[in-house]
């Protein structure tokens, strides 16, 4: 039996599991995203994962893990430039069975920058078949820190940057990631759209009625504040739209609320199916929807670890 745990879990990789008809056991700190994921039949652990014991989960086939991104991402703190060295050292640590967790959290700007580091602690542990992980292109030296460490334990790895567009997504959500498996060979998934002899791109009008009429969105994000809000496009995307409107309307139309996409916009811009229910603020929906991986991308890095042949209709997803 396959068994997944998800850390740092959300729902994006449940839903995209499914696809594939298998479950993941999701780990998280938010209880509005804990709602949504029980709500929707997901297995949840409700939960700070740096409290866990590793020893618990012991014989999972399969680990996922999406560390949060905000110290690393274009539109965080800029602490992930200082604390990356750090988090660097902890991960070697983490890997030679030292927990120098304390310490980390003492040379971290931002504390969220050594959950990064977290990852390493549950793999030495659990040394699952395989693994997967997601967050934010500037994080992908960290994953190939990872992959060079986990090849020591044996494992097949494979790490660059996906972008969820080239997948069947109406949106450009670029993402660094890393495969690991220790029963099979792995590489980034072939891409399926926007390529020669490739359907075309999913254009932003297509998934959700208004935006760019020829090419995918610009990436949704948690919504401008760490609480989540109402702003999953900063403002250079926002921006970027009007103007493509004013030189030619027909290349971008305006939304019932302008430029603004409401919480059912960007869960169908993440290729979430219809009437998934979100629970909590209207803040924390944004939060829980702009912070997931895209199922459909999911279902496809799933798919490439296990092996299991994903259905065609999670790659076009939209």
Known sequence: MTTILGGFAGIGWAEGAQVLGLTETGIDYSASACTTRTAAGHATIHADITTLDTADHRGTTGVIMSPPCPSFSKSGNGAGTHDAPYVAGAIRDYARGHDTRQALRAACRDERSALTAEPMRWYHDLRPEWILMEQVPAVLPLWELYADLLQDWGYRTATGIVDAASYGLGQHRKRAVLIASQARPVALPATTHGGPGQLPLTAMRDTVGWGYTRRPSPTVTGGGTSTGGAEPFGNGSRRAMRNTADRDPALCVPGPRGWRPTVADCAALQGFRPGLQWHGTAGQQYLAIGNAVPPPLA????????????????????
């Open 299 to 318: 279902t496809v890095l799933i798919a490439e670890a296990t092996g299991i042949t994903a259905r065609q209709p999670a790659l076009a997803a939209a």
